[in-house]
Structure formats: C-alpha cells, structure tokens
C-alpha cells in the first residue's frame, strides 16, 4: 500500500526525517518498501490573501478584476477568470516571481488591456488537486499575509510498501504506526474515535442470516451530512494512497479504510428501503449492479447485502448503484462489518472484483475493530460535513471473538533462533507488539485478535525474531552431515560433458507443446506420445500439453537458429517427458521418465579455412550414440528400423542389454519441412535412465605388448544385409585373439550384380602373451569366412 | 708426414668453403675418401718398416679424426641452413582461422545449478529431484498453504488433466514439494537440495516465464538454527558471487517457514554503496528462505519438537541474470547458440 509519511507521523514518533533510514526500519520490520516518493511543496511565493473588491473586467465578460489584501498594506490587483468567490473570502494568491506547480513562473501581465500583478489559484495550478473549475476558497481563520506553504501538507514522503499476505493489520497507517511503535519503543496515538453524539433512535435494523459469512455488522447512523469535497490534507492523504478524492463522506469511510484498515461502506440511508439491512448469501439468479456500472449474476456462495427491496452491495467487496452516497444524500448509514475471508476471496475471484475493501478482508480484518471503526468514521463526518452522529448504534456481533493465548517455553526460542533470550527478553519484545505475557515456564502469551496470524510459538519466535532485528543474528553453519552426488548424478553430469565434447551445445525448451507440433510428428494415432497430458488452464493453446518428446521444441530451436544465419546446429536436451502411464515409484502421478534428445542439421565437423566440413545425415546420428555409449563403458546396439517420424530407410533403433531404449536417424523430410527445416536432420532420442545405471567398477584389461597380425577380408553380400550382421557374426566366430574388425570399404558395381554390395573388412588380431604367426592365425580366418556365409550368406570376393 | 700438415693447415679453409652439402660431399670424399691420401697412406701402412708403423699410424689417425671433426661440424651447419630455408618455404599466416573442433557448450542453466549444486555438496548437502507433474497435497497442504491461499487460483498455477479428479494435479509451483517427498522417503538428519523445473501460470516478459528453474535447499537436523540458515546463504554468497559479499536477511512471509525470510545479498558491482545492477539500493534481492514450520515437519512424521530446520528456494534463472547481466528470461529459452556460446 501506498502511504505519507506525514500521515503516519500524525500516530507515532520517529525520530528521523531520513527517508532511506525509515525505509530501512520498514524493511527490517518485514514490510518492503517497493520505492517511494519525495513531494515536496509544489509552488513558492504565494501568500493567503482576502479579496476586498470585485469589479467586471472592462473588456471581458468572463473575466473579474480584483483588489486582493496580502496583509502588506497594499490592494494587489489582479485580473481572474474564476467566479465562485466573493468579497471577503481568503485565498492564495500568487504575486509575480511565484511559481506554481508544474514550474509555471508567475509575473505581471496585461490582460484585454488591464494588468494583473498575480494571479488568484486554483487547486490545480498549486498542484493540490485536480480542481480548475474554480479558484480555492480558503478556510476564513487563514492569517492575511502568511505564506501559503504553512497550510499544505508538504513536504511529504510517500512510501510503497508491500505487505506480506500474513499481515491483513499492517495494511493500515495505524498498523504500520505500531510497528514503528514497537520499534522505536514508543506508543501509538489512536484518532478520534468516539463521536459527539445526539440521542434520537435509528430506524435502522440489522438482521444477520449468514453468521458465518459475517460475524459482525456495526450500523452507525449519521444524519444531516452536507456533501462536500473533502478537505485539502484528506485529499491529499488519499490521493497520496492512490485513492480518488470524490466527497467528503466517500472520502471519510475511504480514508477510515485506510487509517485503521476496517473498511467501511457508506450508505444512503433515505436509500435503504424499510431502513432495513440484512446479511445473507444470494439466490439463484439475483444480480446486482455494482458501482463500476456492471451488472453481476451472483452465485449462491456470493455473500450479500440486502435491504427491504432486494441486494443492495457485495459484502465486502463494493457497493451497489442504488443506495450510494450521492450530492443529495443528507442521512447516512456507515457500515462497519466483518466478513469470512474465504467468502469475500471466493466473491471476489469469481467475479473478477478487487478492491481495498476485499483485499483486507479476504486476508483477514480484526473481528474488534469495527464499532471503532464506524465510531472514527461517524467522528469525520460531524467534524468534516457537519452532521449528527446518533447514539443509537446497531452492532450485531452474535459470538464475540476473544484474544486468545499461546504457551511459550523460553527455551524453544533459543532452539530455533540459535541465540539465548531469557524470559525479560522476550516479554520485552512481545509486549512491544502488544501481547501480554504472564507466567514463567511456559509463558502464557495473549494475542490481540487483530493478530490471526499469531497461534503457535513458531508464530511468536517470529516476532521475537523479527524485532531483535534478522541482522543481530550471527553466521554459524550447521556441523558435519556427509553427501555429494550420487553414482547416477555423476553419470548424468558425463552424458552432458560427452554430449558437448561431441560438438554439441546443450538446449533447454520449453515444457509445452501444442497439438499441432505432435501432428507434425507425423506419429501414428496410437503412438503413445500423442496421448500427451493436456494443461487445464494453458496460457495458449499452443501451450497446452506436456512434451511427451523432446524432439518439437528441440527443432523449433534449430529452427531459430537456422534462421538466424547459423549454417551447422547441432543442439541436445536432457529433459524430462511426461506419459499418461504412472509413475512406477509414485503410481499417484504420471511416469516422468527423462530424456536425452538431440538433433543436427548442416555441415558438421571442424570449423575453419582449410577444414572440410561434413553433410550431416544418419550416420551423423549414429556416429553420436556410438561415440556416447563407447564413452560410458556400455556396448550399445543399432539395429535397422523404421520408427515413427524418421526416414524409413534412415533410422535404427538403439538397444542396451536387448532393450529398445530409443531411436535415432535422419527425421522423415517431412517433419523437417513441418518445422521448416530443410535438408538432411540428424536426430535421435533416448531414455536416459538405462545410461546411468550403477555398474560394477571397471576392471583394468592391461594392452598386450606383442605385435598384432592383420589380414582383409571382402564379402559378396544381398543388399540389405546388415554390416553389423557380418561384423557380429565375425566376432562371435574369431576367436579370443580378435582385436578389432572394421569395415572399410563398401562398393557396388557390375562385377558383383545387381542388388549386392561388396563390404571390405580389416580384422586384428593380437595375442596377450605371445606374438602370434600367421599359421596361428589361419585357422580363423577360414572358419570366419565360413561362419559369414552361414550367418548372412556372404560369399568372400574374388575367391 | 709433412703432406698431412700441409693437409690439415690447409683443410679449416678448404672445409668452410664448401657453400653447401653436395660440395661438402665431394671434399669429404677428396680429404677422408677411399682415394684420400689418409686411405692410400692407411692401406701402406703394412708396407712400411715396424718401427715405423706406430708413428705413422698414430699420425694418421689423429688427422683423420682432426678432419672429420671439421667435416661433421661443417656438415651440422649445412643441415641446420638448408633445413632453416625448407623452413622458411613452409611458413604460412598463422593469423588464417585454425581446424578448430567443434566443442559444443553446458547450457547456462545447467552451469549455473551445477555450479550452485556444487557448492552445497560441498558443505555436505545430497541432491535430489521430483516429480514435475505433482500432487496439489504436496504443493501446497503438505507446506501448510491452506484451500483458500491464491497462490492455489488459477491464475497463478498450472493445473494438469490427469487420474482421479479429487487428487489435483498440477506443475509443481516450486521445488518445495520436494521437502515433504524427501522427509517422508528419508530418516533425519537431511541435507538435499532440490534442483528442477518449476511452473507458473506467467506469460513470458523479462523476468517472468510459465517454465523456470529453482534450487531448493533444506537441511532438518537436532539444533538447526537461524543462525545456521544465515551462515549457509552467506557462504553460499560468497562462493557463487564472490568472497566479499555480505548479505542479510529481511523478515518476509512464506506459509511454509517460521520465520521467513528474504537474503539480500550486498551488490558484486558496487559492493553495495549503489548502482545500477541493484537499482541503487546497494543490495540485491535474491533467495527466499526461513526456518522450516513445524507444521510441515509434523506433516511428514518428524517430530517438531526435537527436529528444526531451514528451507530456502532459490532461482537459477535469477542467479544468472544477477551474475550475468542477463536482462531477459528468453535468453535461457530460446537457446539461440550466438547466445549459449557466451557461456563458458
């Protein structure tokens, strides 16, 4: 909330003028101050003067010439275009070398031929208001001569401070005057709150239906009020609070609102059918127009206020049309209630209503403050606007709410807060926020009921804490627990570090997707990730799902950069996906397996001139998840395949242990044109799971020192026979001696006929403690030729 | 004998007048060759007289090591100038770009709550995670948020379609619901923190964004006090910002932690006096954190009056801002590499 400084003065005493030390005393007192603002007087050089003479302007019709009296012994005269005053009223008056507000320098001016040695102000141009309809009418007790600065109320700080949720009684100049109070080890000073009062019975009756939507209800009646504006410090006050200045009753129950933080609600009485209130919940179909002008269904749980007729304001949230205090209005009615938070909450978000009213009760307003409250307002309204309070107050207050007591054991506060308070401590602080404490062990503490948020001692060392002051408190460390990562999350660390020595730079999308981006997926309508789980209330409908794959957002990224310039993107993710299946360890929640995706387009490879770089195509997707298994110690499997999305004849899937634990390959050309995307994509996507596996320790396999013996083999083999299939079938007939077997050349051609390929292979071989001959070695050689052609019908070339 | 001192007086000259390894080449072979005078005189030395023999013998051997001496030494010149200009042939402009590996780079993010991770570890923390999509039970009411708190409206969380329709679901709001699945899963002593995603009904703009990161840290423990919650974050501070932080804490409101609070820390850029990384103020806004309410403690099974602790959320996106000067929240979102690049 937004408050002067002045005004909060006017309750408590702070030793300072400072306004950055007092910001610091709010914010030490847990009540941030978002910024705030120095007003300082807006003008200088203008006196209070009284106009002695007014005659017609000779060449104007709109325009007066007047003879003002500033108390100097000359009659200072001044043409003005204002005419709602009259001889003898007193009033500023701004002689040349004045400024006024807005920087405005004053001189002397000839006006349609007359000159005019000042000017007579409006509120505006002093900049204490809005007003330019007429020039401000001073209070007739104003010293002749004085100048105008003493009776403004500048200069001013004024602070916005944020108010934690738990605190509904700081949301008031008077709540925030006694934490200053206790602060600074002082006292408050209440306002005026008792009314002079006639006694004349108040027709008024109030009836609660609803007694726990509203506990109290205090109907003050107040007659005879001439509506008004209200004045200048009030107004400012309000204004100061981002409250519209409308009339001095209005004005009054809003800045009540704000003094003490009960709001109020005016009504005019002679509005108020049968002078009858009664508080219940609507019925079906009822609506009202509240006094923003809309009109509102209203719902069953939406409290009301009623009169004889029918609904005539929303409980604690704003008025209605009807029965609003009006220039005409002469008898009112304040309204002073308390409501059930979750009530005005529940009103309030339904119908979209904020106000101050329902912001201080949906948090909680002391159940004790309304007679108070209504007695403030009614005092303002025979002071200001000149009415007659009535004895005869109607207050409905069915089961009265006590302070209540929390036990305190002395030694409790040490525990949590770490330093030692005795029991004069801590009485001295609490009792600075108005408890009282009785007792010893524990001590009884009792808590005013404007404090909802004070039941259990956490609630009390809080307060204890907070006024010793969060900065008395030293540094310590708590000592020796034992931790650090776990085998797992180093592994997920080594999978990213191996990701990016691959080339690749990490990415982190967005959880969401849209249905349009899985359709693009090109995924058959059984696919699992289709059954994506859908957000109740998405920000947009393109954000309205949870990935079920990472592969989307992933290439909507290398979409961005592609067309940003970058000729090479090759992006990764690790993240989580979420399936509409349970959670194995938590079935309550859905399985939120986590994913390693990546994707590459462009030319890969080294960078720079005399680099050549490489096209990037499945092999690309390949060469990643061997490089990466190889690098984790695992013996990964890439099998042909055809998955969902990807080239048919360009796409493996990858096994770990016989476990199909994700896909890879160049993406279907149409998936990458749906996500604009161009040419070749290499991308794959694994379960990261089965790749931080806790294995056992590798054990050293020390090299062999003996020299190694190598021979070529080249096999005949049908077109869609597997390389892997000869390179497996080869090492599982070689023999223990086998190093290594790489294929290094494939061809087609006439010379093998169509729909065959020729692969070339290079075996190793090496013995761990001998040098091998060639004889030794021979052997092999004719049972690995015999055991490709049994496997895959491979027949050695050129035999 | 006075041809081999004529030979040797002559041969200094003669040697470093050959310009070059052929002509080296060619006197080596006139001076020490097979047709030399040395090699005639060594292949006579039979012929001559015994007592002879070891004079002469000795004689032709010293000038025959005398002159190879000259000759290596020329010879190591020679190499040394003709490699020296093969050198110079082979200079290129080292100023043209090198064949430079393509390393890719750690996201931000996750540098950042690596980093931050780290630091806990550090003091003994381990590290957990959790469920994304969670239960509005953990969310909210296992860390005392009672029905009618707004954060719980709609216009603040995301609520998720899925199971039982009387077990909400939702996107976690923050990683806390962590401390009640830990607490339940874990016997006291705990020290973990929570790095993870978290999400809020905000439309993307500067410092807002449905998805973010937070480092949730709690530590529950005989004798945890607020003392120990401040000399964590101050040590926290300093590693991750800079031994010379200092930082405070500010009493502030979670349903969660009693007391609340929130750590300023004092600005890395001014160190504190004012500017404008801090608006001024000297201090930094940065962690939330307070020490863990009773009520979320008794909640989970452990017993509050022998247990306390503290809790404290951080955001990794916020740190990096704070130490990065990164003025908007896309910047870890769109993952444009002109960007991700910057980061090392």
Partial sequence: ?799 | MEAFDQLLAQAPARIDLAGDLDALATLEAELVGKKSLIAETRRGLGRLPAEERPVVGARVHEVLRSLQELLDHRRSVLERVAEDRLLEQDRVDVSLGGYEPSIGMHHILTQTVDEVVDIFTGLGYRVASGPEVELAWYNFDALNTPPTHPSRLESDTLYVEYGDPSDEMLLRTHTSPMQARYMEQNDPPVYVVVPGRTFRADALDPTHSPVFYQIEGLAVDENITFGDLKGTLAHFAREFFGSERKIRLMPHFFPFTEPSAEMHMSCYACDGSGCRVCSGSGWIELIGCGMVDPNVLDAVGYDSSKLSGFAFGMGAERMAMVRHGINHIKHFYENDIRVLRQFT
């Fill in chain 1, 1 to 799: 909330m937004k408050l002067s400084l002045r005004w909060l003065k006017e309750y408590v005493d702070i030793p300072t003028d400072d306004p950055l030390e007092i910001e610091g005393v709010f914010a030490s007192l847990g009540h941030e101050v978002e910024g705030f603002e120095v007003l300082e007087v807006p003008f200088s050089k203008v006196t209070v003067g009284r106009v002695v003479e007014i005659e017609k302007h000779p060449n104007a019709d709109r325009l007066r010439f007047c003879r003002v009296d500033l108390g100097d012994g000359d009659l200072h005269e001044i043409v003005c275009g204002a005419w709602n005053f009259e001889t003898g009223d007193i009033v500023a008056v701004s002689v040349p070398g004045a400024v006024l507000a807005g920087g405005l320098e004053v001189g002397v001016r000839t006006i349609r031929g007359v000159t005019s040695h000042g000017m007579i102000c409006s509120a505006a141009e002093l900049g204490l208001g809005d007003d330019h309809s007429g020039i401000m009418v001073l209070d007739p007790d104003t010293p002749l001569g004085a100048d105008f600065a003493g009776f403004v109320p500048f200069p001013d700080v004024v602070y916005d401070v944020s108010i934690t949720p738990n605190r509904p009684d700081a949301m008031s100049v008077i709540g925030l005057a006694r934490e200053f109070a206790a602060y600074y080890r002082t006292e408050v000073r209440m306002p005026e709150s008792k009314p002079v009062t006639i006694d004349r019975p108040s027709p008024v009756e109030v009836t609660i239906e609803d007694t726990k939507g509203c506990p109290r209800y205090v109907g003050w009646q107040v007659d005879g009020v001439k509506i008004a504006p209200s004045p200048i410090w009030m107004q400012q006050r309000l204004r100061a609070s981002e409250v519209r200045p409308i009339n001095n009753v209005v004005d009054i129950t809003n800045y009540v609102l704000l003094e003490l933080g009960q709001p109020l609600h005016g009504f005019d009485l002679d509005e108020v059918a049968d002078h009858k209130i009664v508080v219940r919940r609507a019925r079906t179909g009822e609506t009202l127009k509240t006094l923003d002008g809309v009109d509102r269904e209203l719902d069953v749980l939406d409290l009301m206020i009623c009169d004889g007729r029918g609904i005539v304001a929303f409980a604690g949230i704003m008025g209605g049309e009807e029965s609003e205090v009006t220039d005409s209005t002469s008898r009112v009615l304040i309204e002073a209630a308390n409501f059930h938070p979750p009530s005005v909450m529940f009103s309030s978000k339904r119908h979209g209503l904020r106000t101050e009213a329902s912001a201080r009760f949906e948090r909680g307003v002391d159940p004790n403050l309304p007679a108070l409250a209504a007695g403030r307002a009614a005092h303002l309204m025979v002071e200001l606007a000149g009415g007659e309070a009535l004895a005869d107050v109607r207050d409905c207050y069915p089961s009265v709410i006590e302070p209540w007591t929390v036990d305190l054991d002395v030694g409790e506060v040490e525990r949590i807060l770490g330093v030692p308070f005795d029991r004069d401590a801590v009485v001295d602080l609490l009792s600075r926020f108005r408890m009282e404490v009785e007792g010893d062990s524990p001590l009884r503490v009792t808590v005013p009921t404007n404090r909802p948020d004070l039941t259990r001692p956490a609630d009390l060392i809080e307060e204890i804490a907070r006024l010793h002051g969060y900065d008395k408190f030293p540094e310590t460390l708590p000592s020796g627990p034992a931790g650090g990562l776990s085998t797992s999350q180093v592994r997920d660390r080594r999978v990213r570090e191996i990701m990016v020595g691959l080339g690749m730079h990490e990415a982190q999308t967005m959880t969401f997707l849209g249905r349009s981006e899985l359709d693009a997926l090109a995924l058959p309508d059984d696919d699992p990730r289709r059954a994506a789980i859908r957000v109740r209330n998405p920000l947009r409908e393109e954000e309205a799902y949870l990935r079920t794959t990472l592969l989307p957002n992933l290439l909507k990224a290398v979409q961005y950069n592609v067309s940003h310039g970058l000729s090479h993107v090759s992006l990764f993710e690790v993240g989580k996906v979420f399936l509409s299946a349970p959670d194995p360890d938590d079935p309550r929640v859905p399985d939120q397996p986590i994913h390693l995706a990546f994707i590459a387009v462009g030319d890969t490879g080294a960078r720079g001139l005399h680099s050549t770089p490489r096209a990037t195509d499945v092999y690309t997707s390949t060469g990643i998840v061997q490089a990466l298994f190889d690098r984790l110690g695992l013996q990964v499997r890439i099998r042909q395949a055809a998955p969902a999305g990807f080239h048919p004849g360009r796409a493996a899937e990858v096994l770990l242990a016989e476990e199909v634990i994700g896909t890879i390959g160049e993406l279907h050309p149409a998936v990458g044109r749906a996500f604009g995307i161009e040419g070749r994509v290499a991308a794959g996507e694994l379960m990261l799971a089965p790749l931080l596996a806790d294995d056992d320790w590798w054990q050293l396999e020390a090299p062999s020192t003996y020299p190694r013996v190598e021979f070529d083999l080249a096999f005949v083999l049908e077109e869609r026979t597997a390389a892997s299939a000869v390179v497996q079938a080869i090492q599982a007939a070689a023999g223990d001696w086998l190093e290594s077997v790489t294929v290094f050349d494939e061809f087609r051609g006439e010379s093998i006929g169509e729909g065959r390929k020729s692969l070339a292979l290079r075996l190793v071989f090496r013995a761990p403690d001998h040098t091998l001959t060639n004889e030794e070695v021979a052997p092999h050689r004719e049972t690995i030729i015999s055991a490709v052609a049994e496997v895959t019908g491979g027949q050695l070339r050129g035999v």
